[in-house]
């Protein structure tokens, strides 16, 4: 190990043997300069961890030559002890603004001179491990920053440029306004299916494969990236028509056709996509990327494998979209929505047993509106869940009058929507809205649909679990018209069937619908599940339903969805308020 090097500059070699002798126990290379310039051409070559500065010394004196080497970055932190027999203040106080380090006065006292260079030496050496740990950080920030750069520009499972580097140079390109652009939108169909079936590292593999075979369809000059889970953007320069455009998707739409081949799996997956023509209108390129992505999702109402381009219509239902968002935020700033109850009467009996409730938004110029023509845009915005915590506690509160009132055993339906379901708060909620209604939970019924369960199974199992541990039960709504029904019907904790209207629009003895309401029942009895029947319309179709042995039914036979007066009028007037024989024959 390099021992510890002190280079002593001083005129008077005496003073130098003073040093030497002084300091002869410790472990130091003593080095001798007589002169400031022979101080600083030796630096280099002796490398010292201390310097002994002697303050006065003919030509450049010790004040002089300590401001040089201070003011040199390799040697700036040197430690430098001056030496001085005149200790003014003044002396002190010009070397202390050169950078001196410390003083020590001669003549020497041994003991004091060895605790200064010690602790000068110290000093030093701390200064130094934080040096190293300073820079050891600096590099790991560097470092850190690259990877995460990276990250914001590159797609860690693909390679391909994220969106947001998709961004930058798709602003770029229409800056330039030389060529016209086009983001062509792709999202994988049901995608979510194969992470179910075959799990995550599958899926991640799939997407892998897929944008090897995007990669392929690359023309010189573009720019595919990866935009979302199972989203791809294409960023195509120089699209002279849109014939030679169609020609292009029909070609990527092709590459489809083939399976994937993926942990010796044949997975087929197509895509729908959705382009976006820059016509030089285009100066923002998120407005692009937001009118491919809408062209997309009509192209997905289509079905699988569909393409669209945006077109000046789809710019029309866009902004009608964007005003119908900003509507629904005042609607809820304003109490513009209420509940309206359609009645569920037992198709055995014919007695009303209770009712579901359905949000109605009173709209200020277009006057009520149903829940078909808005809870879609508003389950998009997530708006849904503040609307239906509203509809649940009126509708509770409803229900819970009606009880004072004498009708005890009514039920009521709510329905919950995919994002409802998935709100972190919902159980509190609709714990807190039982506690603050007094209902009793066992009359609650809550509506989910089978998209509910396709989103996550496994959660929705346990929240299912979680809110008949409460005596509320579970219905599935519009049973039928989702996907695997049978797969999770008997692992999923429900309590009815609601057999959705496009079946029973359509029921006419021995053809299918019949038949699938048919089996639907069929399997319920053997479930051990209630059948509900909604949308029944004409006498006939409530014949057939209650051949067919529907317990129990709702449809604009019996009653619209009407307001909470409306409903007392018409249906609880009876004097006798246990029976609840409403016919509805006549
Ligand atoms: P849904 O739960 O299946 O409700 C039945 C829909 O069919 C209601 O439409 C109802 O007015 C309508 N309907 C009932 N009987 C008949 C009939 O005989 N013929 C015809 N043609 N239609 C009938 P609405 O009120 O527009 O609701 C549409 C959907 O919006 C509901 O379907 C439900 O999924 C959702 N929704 C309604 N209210 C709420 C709510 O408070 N929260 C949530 N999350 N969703 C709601
Ligand atoms: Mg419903
Ligand atoms: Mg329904």
Redesign the pocket.
């Known amino acids: 190990m390099k021992k510890t090097s002190i280079l002593i500059v001083d005129d008077e070699p005496d003073n130098f043997d003073v040093i030497e002798a002084f300091l002869s126990g410790q472990d130091y290379q003593l080095h001798y300069a007589d002169s400031g310039s022979e101080a600083i051409a030796s630096l280099n070559i002796l490398q010292p961890d201390l310097i002994l500065l002697d303050v006065m010394m003919p030509g450049t004196d010790g004040i002089e030559l300590c401001r040089r080497i201070k003011a040199m970055p390799q040697w700036k932190s040197v430690p430098i002890v001056m030496v001085t027999a005149l200790a003014g203040k003044q002396t002190l106080a010009r070397c202390l603004d050169v950078g001196a380090d410390d003083f020590i006065s001669k003549p020497f006292n041994r003991l004091e001179l060895i605790a200064r260079i010690g602790s000068m030496l110290r000093i030093h050496d701390q200064y130094q491990q934080l040096n190293a740990l300073n820079t050891e950080l600096e590099t790991l920030v560097q470092q850190k920053t690259a990877q995460l750069q990276a990250l914001i520009f590159e797609d860690a499972l693909t390679d391909l440029p994220t969106r947001y580097h998709l961004l930058q140079l798709l602003s770029k390109a229409l800056e330039c306004k030389t060529s016209n652009v086009a983001i062509a939108y792709l999202d994988c169909d049901q995608f979510k299916l194969v992470n179910g079936a075959f799990g995550y590292l599958v899926g991640n593999q799939l997407l892998q494969a897929i944008a090897a075979r995007l990669k392929s369809l690359l023309r010189p000059g573009d720019v595919l990236a990866r935009v979302g889970e199972d989203e791809f953007c294409f960023l195509l320069h120089n699209i002279p028509d849109e014939k030679i455009l169609n020609f292009w998707i029909q070609e990527v739409l092709q590459a489809f056709d083939t399976t994937f081949e993926v942990d010796n799996y044949q997975i087929f997956m197509s895509v729908c996509i959705g382009v976006a023509l820059s016509n030089n209108t285009y100066d923002q390129p998120e407005t692009l990327l937001q009118a491919a992505d809408t062209a997309m999702y009509k192209a997905k109402l289509r079905g699988k494998g569909c393409y669209q381009i945006f077109d000046h219509q789809m710019y029309v239902a866009t902004l009608l979209r964007i005003t119908l968002e900003n509507d629904l935020q005042q609607a809820l700033e304003h109490h513009e929505f209420v509940?309206?109850y359609?009645p569920i009467f037992s198709l055995v009996t014919n007695n009303l047993v209770g009712f579901?409730?359905?949000?109605?938004w009173q709209h200020p110029q277009r006057g009520m509106l149903?829940?078909?023509?808005f809870?879609p845009c508003m389950?998009e915005t997530g708006q849904?869940v503040r609307?239906?915590i509203l509809?649940?506690r009126q509708a509770c509160q409803q229900l819970q009058a009606w009880h004072q009132l004498g009708w005890s055993e009514l039920t009521m339906s709510?329905?919950?929507?995919v994002r409802?379901f998935a709100s972190s708060t919902l159980l509190t909620d609709i714990d807190q809205i039982i506690a603050e209604t007094g209902i009793n939970p066992a009359c609650l019924k809550l509506?989910i649909?089978e998209s509910v369960i396709m989103q996550n199974a496994e959660a929705a199992i346990q929240l299912t679990e979680k809110l008949r541990s409460r005596q509320i039960q579970i219905c599935i709504?519009?049973f039928g018209t989702g996907y695997s029904s049978l797969g999770y019907l008997h692992r999923f904790p429900i309590d009815i069937l609601?057999i959705?209207?496009s079946f029973v629009?359509q029921i006419e003895p021995g053809n299918r619908h019949y038949q699938v309401v048919q089996t639907i029942i069929t399997l319920s009895n053997q479930l051990g599940l209630t059948v509900v029947a909604?949308?029944?319309?004409t006498q006939e179709q409530l014949q057939y339903l209650q051949e067919l042995g529907s317990e129990f039914g709702?449809?604009?036979?019996f009653s619209?969805?009407i307001p909470a007066e409306m409903i007392e009028k018409i249906f609880l007037k009876d004097c006798d308020k246990r029976r609840f024989n409403v016919s509805f024959e006549s």
């Open positions: 509940a309206y359609q579901e409730a359905l949000v109605r149903s829940a078909g023509e809870i389950e849904v609307v239906g509809v649940l709510v329905n919950l929507s409802q509506e649909t709504d519009d609601k959705d209207r629009s909604e949308g029944i319309e709702q449809g604009y036979l619209r969805p």
